[in-house]
Nanobody, 113 residues
Framework: QLQASGGGLVQPGGSLRLSCTVS????????MGWYRQAPGKQREPVAT???????NYADSIKGRFTISRDSAKNTVYLQMNSLKPEDTAVYYC?????????WGQGTQVTVSS
């Protein structure tokens, strides 16, 4: 199971760090990452992290967001800086293992003054 947390209300230009904690070991996951879904829009990929440490980011957040992990804590993070109103969305963490794809519950991020 994946448990996401860290969302909230922040002003434009502010920062938030999302966390996604995995029940059990992260070693079985090939990919972990984040999607987001804004009101009235389709869910879109934000960032991915492979087991080997490779990262990939959506063009809209490059240079502002950073995905990382702490294997000892079985947690993946999404550090979000320079937030913009268009970053407002529900953020979902996910993982891909040989047994399938797993999703955490969403965490709301609202960027507004």
């Amino acid at each position: 199971q994946l448990q996401a947390s860290g969302g909230g209300l922040v002003q434009p230009g502010g920062s938030l760090r999302l966390s996604c904690t995995v029940s059990g070991s992260m070693l079985s996951f090939n990919i972990m990452g984040w999607y987001r879904q804004a009101p009235g829009k389709q869910r879109e990929p934000v960032a991915t992290l492979t087991r080997s440490g490779g990262t990939n980011y959506a063009d809209s957040i490059k240079g502002r967001f950073t995905i990382s992990r702490d294997s000892a804590k079985n947690t993946v993070y999404l550090q979000m800086n320079s937030l913009k109103p268009e970053d407002t969305a529900v953020y979902y963490c996910y993982s891909v293992a040989s047994s399938g794809t797993y999703w955490g519950q969403g965490t709301q991020v609202t960027v507004s003054s």
